[in-house]
């Protein structure tokens, strides 16, 4: 296989730090079947782009998968679970409806101090269209009103491994207070339990990044370092 790295640019996630990317360089009949051996070696898509930090002083970034069939709701979970009853969720292979107007929504109000602000249609299909994978999209609703969205990918080695990769999602901010993101990776694993998938990564955890600590809170995982996976069984930040 071939790859190129990135120049270095400011970390996303730890002030004063920078970053380099490795970054899948062949242009493959296959990708999507490379995609789903590489994410098992700690990579991530975002567009059409396969890549994982590569930092040669830093290794904050570690990628987190959540074992679907062991795992276990916490007792805050279970409340949130009980809290939104009310919702359901379904799976979509494509696009149900038009989705941006949620998603800028959820911009300006949740992230108008971030990367991602001020949103455009173009920001938007750049990191959901992707040329050799189509994702799925777990969609939320409140009786008949689209709530969330979940832009998810499925992976298949086609041997010994499934997974999903919760690529990113997006919410009406009025749900907030109702723990809707962390509803909405609840439901991810319930859809993935039910299509018999082993794994549900959720990208990379800094446990120096406060607003990363929600992916600590979904046991067992495991977390890619070192070149290998490692379980994890407690909540570790």
């Not at 002030?15 to 051996?37: F, I, M, W």
């Not at 949103?119 to 959901?128: A, G, L, N, T």
């Not at 999903?164 to 907030?176: C, E, I």
């Not at 609840?186 to 339990?193: E, G, I, K, W, Y």
Request: charged content about 25%; some cysteine.
């Amino acid at each position: 296989m071939r790859f190129g790295i990135t120049q270095v640019f400011p970390c996303s996630y730890l002030a004063n730090r920078h970053e380099q990317l490795l970054v899948y360089a062949e242009e493959d009949t296959d990708l999507a079947l490379r995609y789903s051996q590489l994410i098992q070696a700690g990579f991530r898509r975002s567009g059409d782009q396969v890549y994982r930090p590569h930092c040669p002083q830093c290794d904050a970034c570690q990628s987190v998968r959540v074992l679907v069939n062991t795992f276990t709701p916490s007792r805050s979970q279970k409340r949130v679970i009980r809290k939104n009853s009310h919702l359901h969720s379904v799976l979509s292979y494509t696009p149900g409806k038009d989705y941006y107007p949620l998603y800028e929504h959820y911009i300006c109000e949740r992230h108008a101090d971030g990367s991602m602000f001020p949103p455009s249609r173009d920001q938007f299909d750049s990191f959901i269209d992707c040329q050799w994978k189509q994702p799925v999209f777990i969609e939320a609703y409140d009786d008949d009103k689209l709530i969330a969205v979940a832009v998810t990918d499925i992976v298949d080695d086609r041997v010994s491994h499934s997974g999903m990769s919760a690529l990113y999602t997006f919410f009406d901010p009025a749900y907030s207070e109702s723990s809707i993101g962390t509803w909405m990776i609840l439901q991810q694993l319930q859809h993935a339990r039910t299509m018999g998938i082993d794994y549900l990564y959720l990208g990379y955890q800094v446990d120096a990044c406060p607003k990363m600590a929600y992916k600590t809170r979904f046991l067992p995982h495991e977390r890619f370092y070192h070149n290998k996976w490692h379980r994890i069984d407690k909540k570790t930040v």
